[in-house]
């Protein structure tokens, strides 16, 4: 099957730019009369024979009947191509063209299934005339320009245009709080649900956040990413009175200008949630303090969802670090008592190049030591004052029994890795 498939995207390679009608018949022969076999789940074997005379025009990207394209291509394979990929593929054989395209209900001309879709500003008018937006599952937006032509194009087509969306990023597009009003809400209220929406880099300010708020696009968002943004306290205590912001998984604050006072208020918000399980507000501008460590200590006595809490590069000090490790600590030693011994208890507290010395370090050392084994536990002190052979000189100097080494405390540095 494989052979006969990359013999099949040959020859529609091979054929560059030649229009589908002008193909030749014995293109379709060559795949008539094949039969494919199949194993089931009891050992049985089922043939199928493949005929182009049969193929039709598919509903969805998994609802094609044609046999000898069972291999998953829009949900594998098609991933990894871009649209000229496809189209240049679609042109192999009337199977390939029936598989990987759709007929528009405006005209009669087919667009193409293409779900992962780049719009830049050289290509993407072209690109928005030659693809299904429907059929759109994951949207990559690199400048204003693109992100106007999908607006336009979606008001064109209608509200339902992009239901199928599940990620849509969208950068270097500064975006103000009548962009969300008339551009992103028209956009993706009409969408199933996002699983990924990243608005990273569009110079936010605290307007865009409050109108992202109330717009109720967040109650179809699983992860949100705003970091490398202007967001302030303003943005902060939007997020944190937000209903739909308690109900996210992931929030990425990163690099944003948020002070102690508003992290606080977004601690409180994350002690009342029931799905956050990473909360990211490294780096901001000014770093934030010890004042924003008390706060989230309080969290973790009460949340009991969150694994990753991220504050690098910061200015949290001993005191800070001591209260988070106390609070994390106390909190792992209950979730492992009340969680069924089968799932997994995590945890990942992230203070990597802050302002922790010995006496932090030590807080770490001993929450580590206390925590059941049952518990895959990180916590992260690289770049800080404090260092591995600095805690094995104190625990020495204190009498402490306190292993320096233990494997839950890092002194290398974690990586970060993209939303």
């Known amino acids: 099957m494989f052979s006969l ?19 030749d018949k014995s293109n379709d022969d060559m795949l008539k009369g094949i039969t494919l076999q199949f194993s089931g789940s009891d050992g049985s074997t089922v043939a199928a024979e493949s005929s182009s005379e049969q193929s039709s025009q598919p509903s969805s990207p ?9 291999c998953p ?15 240049r593929l679609s042109l192999g054989c009337t199977m390939l063209r029936s598989e990987l395209t759709v007929s528009c209900g405006q005209d009669s001309r087919r667009r193409l299934m293409v779900p992962v879709v780049d719009l830049r500003v050289e290509s993407a008018e072209a690109e928005l005339e030659r693809v299904s937006l429907p059929h759109i599952h994951i949207l990559r937006i690199f400048n204003r320009l693109p992100l106007d032509a999908i607006a336009a194009a979606a008001k064109k087509q209608g509200k339902q245009s992009l239901r199928g969306l599940e990620k849509f990023i969208c950068k270097g597009c500064p975006m103000d709080a009548q962009d969300v009003k008339k551009i992103l809400a028209p956009i993706l209220l009409a969408t199933s649900g996002l699983k990924l929406l990243n608005l990273e880099k569009n110079k936010l300010m605290d307007p865009t956040v409050k109108a992202l708020c109330d717009s109720g696009i967040l109650g179809k968002v699983e992860m949100l990413n705003l970091r490398f943004n202007e967001i302030g306290n303003g ?3 939007a997020l944190a009175r937000c209903p739909d912001a308690k109900k996210l998984k992931w929030i990425n604050l990163k690099m944003n200008r948020v002070t102690d ?30 004042k924003s460590a008390y706060g989230f200590a309080e969290m973790l006595k009460q949340n009991k969802s969150l694994q990753m809490l991220r504050f690098r590069r910061n200015r949290i000090t001993d005191k800070g670090a001591i209260a988070l490790a106390d609070a994390s600590a106390e909190r792992l030693k209950r979730l492992c008592a009340e969680v ?3 799932e997994e208890v995590f945890f990942e507290l992230d203070l990597e190049q802050n302002r922790v010395d010995n006496a932090g370090g030590l807080a770490m050392l001993q ?5 059941p084994k049952r518990a895959r536990v990180q916590l992260l002190l690289a770049g800080n004052p404090v260092t591995q052979k600095s805690l094995r000189d104190a625990t020495a100097e204190e009498g402490l029994c306190l292993d320096a080494s233990n494997s839950r405390v890092w002194f290398d540095s974690k990586p970060e890795f993209d939303l």
């Open 5 to 23: 498939f990359s013999e099949a995207a040959a020859i529609c390679f091979s054929r560059g730019n030649r229009e589908p009608a002008s193909l």
């Open 62 to 70: 998994s609802g094609g009947r044609i046999t000898l394209l069972c």
């Open 73 to 87: 291509l829009h949900d594998a394979l098609c991933f990894f191509l871009n649209s000229s990929d496809m189209g």
């Open 235 to 237: 943005g902060a205590f």
């Open 261 to 290: 006072d508003g992290a606080v208020a977004l601690a409180s918000m994350v002690a009342g949630s029931t799905s956050m399980t990473l909360f990211n507000i490294r780096r901001q501008v000014p770093g934030l303090t010890d």
């Open 340 to 342: 069924a011994p089968y």
């Open 367 to 371: 929450a580590a030591a206390v925590v």
